[in-house]
C-alpha cells in the first residue's frame, strides 16, 4: 500500500514537472494558419533564448504566463509557465484598446463610416444637447482614437483597484456611455495626448451605431472568423462592451492578430483591412514622452538599436509588440498586477532580451 502511494506522489510529481517544463519546446502545427519552425531552422540565438526562458521560469519578470514570438512568418517560440496553457483565454486588459483602431479601419473600408475626421456626436443624436459645449462638440473619431479628446481624464494617479480611480468609478455606473461622452471637457480636442478608457466605450457605440452590429459581432464577422479565431470572451454591461479593456483570447491567437499587423492587413494573402488604414494605425501622431509616440491606439519607440518598433501595452503585463525591421512579433501575457513592481524587471527589458535573439542583431 505504502509502494502503491509513493508511485501515485511521483507520477504526480513528474506530471506537475511536465505540465511546467521550462525547456524550449518546438511550437506545434495546429493547422490554425500559423506556420511553425524552430529557432534554429530560423538562425537565432538559441543560446539568448534559454537564458531568457530561465529568467522567465526562475520569476524574474514575475507571473509569465506565455511567450510567443513570430520571425519571418513563422511561430518559433510559444512557451507556457506557470501552469498555463495554449486552451486557456487569456484576458487582454488595456491590449483590447488596439481592436478599436482595427475594426474603425474595416468599417471605413465597408463604407460604414466616411472617415477618422467624422465628429463624435454625429453618431449620437440622443445626446444634441451636448453640441452646445464648443469643445465636445469639435472631438472626431481621430481625436478618440489617438487618446486626445479633450475629456478631462486621470486614471494614473491612483491605483487601478482604488476605488476613488477614475476608470473604476465609471465602471461602476450602469450606462457606459452616457458616462464616457458626458465627462467634462480640459482641453483642445487633438492637442494633448491623456490616457482614457471612456475613448474606446464610445469608439465601440460609434461602430455600433453606424454598422448595426455590437463590436462582438462586427469583430466576429470581419476579424475572427477570417483568422480563425473561435472562441473568445467580451465583457459587456447594459448591451455595452468593455471595449477598453475586456475581451480575452487565446494566446496563440493573439499572435495571429498581431501578425495581421506585422502583414499590413493581410492574413494568408487574404486583405482583412486595407494596408493604409494599417499604415494610418502606426504614423505617430503624437509625442508622449520621449522618445514614445502615440499612434492609433499603439505606441511607437524608437529603439537603441535604430528601428521603430510598436506596441500595445495592457495592465498586469499584457504586450503585443510588431518590428518590422526585424520580421518580428512579440505576445506576452502575464499576471503581475499583485506583484510588487520592486520585486521583478520591467517587461521592457524582457522584449529587449527577446529582441536580441535575432539574427540580425548577432
Sequence with gaps: MIKFILIIVILSFMGCNTKNDCSYQKPVDLKDGLHVSTIEEQSLGTNAFLKVNKDICQGKYGNIHNLLVIVNNKLVIEQYYNGWDEDRLHFLASTTKSFNAFLIGVAIDQGYIRNVNQKMLDFFPEYES?????????????DLLTMTSGFKWDEHSLPVDDPNNMGNQIELTDDWLKASIELPMNTLPGTKYVYSGPNNIILSEIIKKATDKNIAEFADEFLFQPLGIKEYNWIVKNSIYDSGGGLSLKPRDIAKYGLLHLNKGKWNEKEIVSEKWIEEIFSPYIEIQSPVYGCYQWRMVKTEYGFNSW??????????????????????????????KKRIESLEYLIKDIIQIHSKLK
Design 130 to 142: 451636448l453640441r452646445n459645449d464648443t469643445l465636445k462638440n469639435k472631438i472626431t473619431i481621430k
Design 311 to 340: 506596441f500595445i501595452p495592457g495592465n498586469g503585463g499584457q504586450i503585443i509588440n510588431i518590428i518590422p525591421e526585424l520580421d518580428m512579433v512579440i505576445v506576452i501575457n502575464a499576471d503581475n498586477r499583485r506583484i510588487d
